[in-house]
């Protein structure tokens, strides 16, 4: 896994036209009015916020799916086949915490 710091007023002048963009996006607020942040794609830097304090589920649902199909299998009388699918696109996760990256790492 790499690890790259970027300076603050360089990271919008960055831009991944060939990777999956995921970073901390309001989704709601909460009953006192407290924002609600999850991990998600984006396709601009203008939709993400990193001034976020939690999330409401961690990053780790990118490494760790809750549910992957990693196969599925059609039967037709006596022959069957076979559909595998991989994702090959590269992810980039952006305004991960030091601690989650370092237990990602780990």
């Known amino acids: 896994m790499l690890f790259k ?8 002048d960055f831009y991944f036209p060939d990777f999956q963009c995921i ?14 942040y999850q991990f998600l794609p984006f396709s601009s830097f203008d939709e993400i ?11 780790k649902t990118y490494f760790l799916p809750y549910k992957e199909t990693l196969s599925s299998f059609n039967f037709q009388d006596d ?28």
């Open 49 to 59: 916020d990193l001034d976020y304090e939690t999330t409401e589920y961690s990053a």
């Open 79 to 106: 022959n069957w086949t076979q559909k595998i699918e991989y994702r090959t696109r590269p992810r980039v996760i952006i305004g991960l915490r030091w601690a989650v990256a370092h237990a990602l790492a780990a």
């Open 23 to 36: 970073g901390p996006k309001k989704v709601g607020t909460d009953n006192n009015g407290k924002p609600i």
């Open 5 to 12: 710091t970027i300076k603050k007023q360089d990271f919008f």
